[in-house]
């Protein structure tokens, strides 16, 4: 068998799994939303039934993608600890497209989806909703509902759920910032020293970081993560991990069964999907040499919710199924076409502004820089 190599060189180079991880793990956020939207029969999907109460399949894939961000987030900082060029290259990795999707979107469902509509586009509805939404609405901890819609636009619905997962990643991002450069020990030792203390607080005392489990989990899996590019260069993680982590769940199965409505607990399903996360995400994949270069996670992940309530429009009812086939049918051209036409020449361009030397010792946009 191959031998398993470090994390940490799996994570400096884009041979690696990491994008195809994240694009599944787009793909499955879909599924659940179009299961749990379409108009013809609406419910939740089968592995969100085996996996409540304890979580569901969006939620699990989007912790997912938090433990990935919390790696190469740490990686960037630690390769470039300066704040400036940090913020510019998150800026350059989430705003473009970003403002590309809200942009489009918006425009598209005032003219086709409003009573309106294109005098609907001279209001300052639309327009305060797409700038507010591309920068976050500053980070605040609190959004209004009515800044995630329109009045007259698609009924009033959110135009884009899912962005309330910036919000949070945003948090995270100027909290890396933060811990970093309040370091006061050789960085990789501060920085492994932090998450250990912020999970530890995270969970102790969750009243101090948030206000419900959804934001304790999603801070504490971006802290593992961090956690994890601290021992990236000696840790392995393969198949053998894959299996002793379902061994473990499979042997608290009896218990919880006994003891919880579910046979499954969130600590056994986080562990099994982190594992087999990290395990894919270190193999080189040379059969996925288009995706290793070309991340298209993060589009799908921001375009698929304005499509669905598009489609749902447009289409007459139809099932889980149908609804997922129709918006893939859709979303992943426009993925593609945000990578290529925003979201890669953004961060070209931020590289050329920075000046970055091929022989610098971390690179400023590679793997550990597409992640959103």
Excluded: K
């Excluded at 609190?142 to 800044?147: L, S, V, W, Y």
């Amino acid at each position: 068998m191959t031998p398993i190599r470090p994390l940490g060189t799996a994570t400096a180079s884009h041979d690696n799994g990491f994008n195809l991880v994240r694009l599944v793990c787009a793909l499955l956020v879909v599924a659940y939303h179009t299961w749990m939207m379409n108009r013809a029969a609406p419910h939740a999907d089968p592995l969100t039934r085996l996996l409540a109460p304890n979580t569901d399949l969006g939620a699990l894939a989007v912790g997912v993608f938090f433990v990935i961000s919390g790696m190469f987030i740490t990686r960037s900082w630690m390769g470039d600890p300066h704040l400036g060029r940090f913020a510019l290259r998150r800026v350059a990795r989430i705003v473009p497209g970003l403002f590309a999707c809200l942009l489009l979107s918006t425009v598209v469902a005032v003219l086709f989806f409003s009573s309106a509509g294109w005098r609907g586009l001279f209001d300052g509805a639309p327009w305060r909703y797409i700038f507010g939404n591309t920068v976050l609405h500053g980070l605040v901890y609190h959004i209004p509902a009515q800044e995630l819609r329109i009045p007259g636009v698609l009924g009033g619905q959110d135009l884009n759920g899912p962005l309330w997962t910036l919000y949070w990643e945003g948090r995270m991002y100027v909290m890396v910032a933060l811990v970093g450069l309040a370091a006061a020990a050789p960085l990789r030792s501060w920085m492994r020293g932090a998450a250990l203390f912020l999970l530890l607080a995270a969970n102790l005392f969750p009243e101090v970081a948030s206000g419900y489990v959804w934001e304790v989990r999603m801070w504490s899996l971006f802290l593992v993560g961090m956690l994890l590019h601290t021992l990236a260069p000696e840790l392995r993680i393969g198949w053998r991990h894959v299996g002793c982590a379902l061994a473990l769940l499979l042997l608290n199965w009896t218990r919880s069964e006994a003891l919880t409505p579910s046979p499954l607990t969130w600590f056994g399903i986080a562990l099994l999907a982190v594992s087999l996360a990290l395990c894919v995400g270190s193999l080189r994949l040379s059969w996925a040499a288009h995706v290793q270069r070309h991340d298209y996670s993060y589009g799908v992940y921001i375009w698929h919710w304005p499509v669905i309530i598009m489609l749902r429009e447009v289409l007459p009812p139809v099932g889980p199924i149908g609804l997922s086939l129709a918006t893939l049918a859709v979303v992943l051209p426009l993925a593609m076409l945000s990578w290529h036409l925003v979201e890669a020449p953004a961060l070209r361009a931020a590289r050329r502004w920075l000046g970055r030397s091929a022989s610098a010792p971390a690179p400023a946009f590679g793997a550990a820089d597409r992640a959103a």
